[in-house]
């Protein structure tokens, strides 16, 4: 999400830079006819170190004529400056607003073209265009035309924009000194999924389809005008002219994509262009993904296996790489409870040869991250719903949020709590607990907690459609009120359910893996004691064998048990 240094040069910065600034956020689009319900879904994992997660929340509102938005940078809080307010506003809920359009981004940075006089950044142009489109054909529209009037001061970014009908990606870049951006936007075709994970994506760009491509008239002119490209217009490619491919972009980047099409492909990449429809496996492209051939490039997006369900598509965010050459649980770096987790930073180096962790799609340092589904045969009131968690998603469960709800249950309020402020009543801190619980004990606890997940999701599944049948019969009956009052009291209701199940899980979870320890449990649930006291069974798992044998490798010598001399 965050970069500090552009540069053509990433994979020799990529050692330099903060791990903050790299390899980070992750979006899956899913389009209307790749879904089981027909619902169009975007996923969005917003990781950055220094990132409180809460859901932001701006209702609808009217402006007297000549009103200013002050506006602030996303990332980093500093004023920026003022530019016109339009006289209505959208609500917004999170990434989504009032007519279920949605916008999320992951940033590839590029080629060092920001203006830094711009006073939009890409989070600032997501949410002031999400208070002023109706539609994905809109805010890709409003998008472009404020960082023309205002500048745009972030670096590449490639933009997830969807409504309840069509999911596009868009990818921009800035200008330098200049207003306005050069951008390419590609509607993604029914049926299909795409992902993007900070890294440029879209490769050739079909100039002729004006119906699924939209482009501003000097993407390829400008990049001749700044010596980026000299061929022509036929043979451009965006992402190898502002961001071209370097190890880090593939491993670090491109690698999460090929995990999500791996996972959703069924372990196949089915797709069609111009030259009609083609089927590799997914293994075809392990080189691509795993840095060793730049030229071997991913399709921009694929037909699933199947119709994808919610569950499964959140399932996707959860991912570490299991069951492939880069599995994060396997190696010595697991440690003895498989944690599919490296801290940062990324990079190492030992006996001048330099090395890198996986980032997968699911890490430790999310603020927030959401799925939101747009439902197209439910009136806006009722069809939005941003499915919000917070902190890591292989251990956090997803709450729905109707984006028409009148305010923002207490637990991911605003303003309670903040990186450097703990809040007993923000689900953040709450997850954040439970989840580093789990890390000490990955193996043991993450089940449990993946179990815990399914069954408050399941329970969401059931309670939202129970609602959207009473808010549609509240509507159809002229009550709004009512019908508004209705979906708010749900979002309150499960996100307070969710917050008190976690707290629940801290306690319960201490006491059964305590220092490594797992106490016994009878069928009952109760735990097995000595008869008479309160003086537990426990089991002591045996330690993995790859991590005794890195330990043997380091020290075996001195920790062998050797028979003394007589």
Excluded at 80 to 97: D, E
Excluded at 270 to 282: L, Y
């Amino acid at each position: 999400m965050k970069k500090t240094l552009y540069t053509l040069c990433a994979i020799c910065i990529a050692l330099l830079m903060p791990a903050d600034n790299l390899l980070s956020c992750t979006n899956l689009l899913i389009s209307r006819g790749a879904s089981v319900d027909g619902s169009v879904m975007v996923t969005y994992a917003a990781d950055s170190h220094s990132l409180f997660g809460e859901l932001y929340f701006k209702p609808a509102a009217n402006w007297p004529t000549g009103s200013k938005i002050d506006v602030y940078n996303w990332d980093r809080g500093n004023y920026q400056g003022q530019i016109a307010q339009i006289p209505h506003t959208y609500q917004t809920v999170g990434n989504m607003n009032q007519y279920q359009v949605i916008i999320t981004e992951t940033t590839f940075g590029g080629v060092n073209l920001a203006n830094r006089n711009g006073l939009i950044d890409y989070g600032s142009l997501i949410y002031i265009t999400l208070q002023r489109a109706k539609s994905a054909r809109e805010a890709i529209q409003i998008m472009t035309s404020l960082t023309q009037q205002y500048g745009y001061c972030s670096s590449g970014e490639s933009f997830s924009i969807a409504d309840k009908n069509e999911v596009w990606i868009m990818e921009m870049i800035g200008k330098g000194d200049q207003l306005g951006t050069v951008w390419v936007a590609i509607r993604i075709p029914d049926g299909y999924v795409c992902a993007h994970a900070n890294q440029s994506r879209i490769h050739k760009i079909p100039f002729n389809d004006k119906e699924n491509c939209l482009y501003s008239k000097d993407v390829v002119s400008f990049a001749r005008e700044k010596g980026l490209y000299s061929g022509s217009d036929e043979d451009f490619s965006f992402c190898d002219t502002y961001n071209p491919l370097d190890f880090s972009g593939m491993r670090g980047c491109e690698g999460r994509v090929w995990s999500a099409f791996n996972i959703l492909g069924g372990g196949t990449f089915t797709w069609e262009d111009a030259d009609g429809v083609h089927t590799a496996a997914a293994d075809d492209y392990l080189d691509f993904a795993m840095g060793y051939n730049p030229d071997h490039k991913m399709p921009l997006y694929i037909k699933p296996a199947e119709k994808v369900t919610l569950s499964q598509v959140a399932n996707v965010m959860r991912d570490h790489y299991e069951g492939t050459p880069m599995d994060m649980t396997e190696d010595p770096g697991a440690g003895v409870s498989r944690l599919p987790y490296r801290w940062r930073p990324m990079t190492f180096t030992v006996d001048g040869v330099t090395y890198t962790h996986e980032r997968a799609i699911a890490t430790q340092q999310t603020g927030f991250w959401l799925l939101g589904q747009a439902r197209s045969w439910l009136p806006d009131e009722v069809g939005g719903i941003e499915w919000f968690g917070v902190d890591d998603a292989g251990t956090s469960p997803l709450t729905p949020m109707y984006t028409n709800i009148s305010f923002v249950p207490e637990w991911f309020r605003e303003g309670n709590g903040s990186m450097v402020e703990y809040s007993p009543t923000a689900a953040f801190w709450q997850v954040n607990k439970v989840t580093h619980f789990a890390y000490l004990f990955y193996d043991r606890v993450a089940p449990v907690l993946r179990e815990e997940i399914e069954k408050h999701q399941d329970f969401c599944l059931e309670q939202v459609a129970k609602t959207d049948a009473m808010a549609v019969k509240m509507l159809n009956a002229g009550n709004r009120k009512m019908a508004v009052d209705l979906i708010s009291e749900t979002s309150n209701k499960l996100a307070e359910k969710m917050f008190n199940r976690w707290k629940e899980l801290e306690n319960e979870l201490l006491v059964k893996y305590m220092d490594g320890n797992i106490k016994r449990v009878n069928e009952d649930g109760s735990y097995v004691t000595r008869p008479g006291t309160t003086i537990p069974s426990v089991d002591q798992p045996q330690q993995r064998e790859t991590w005794l044998r890195a330990i043997v490798n380091d020290r075996g010598e001195t920790l062998k048990v050797v028979q003394p001399k007589k």
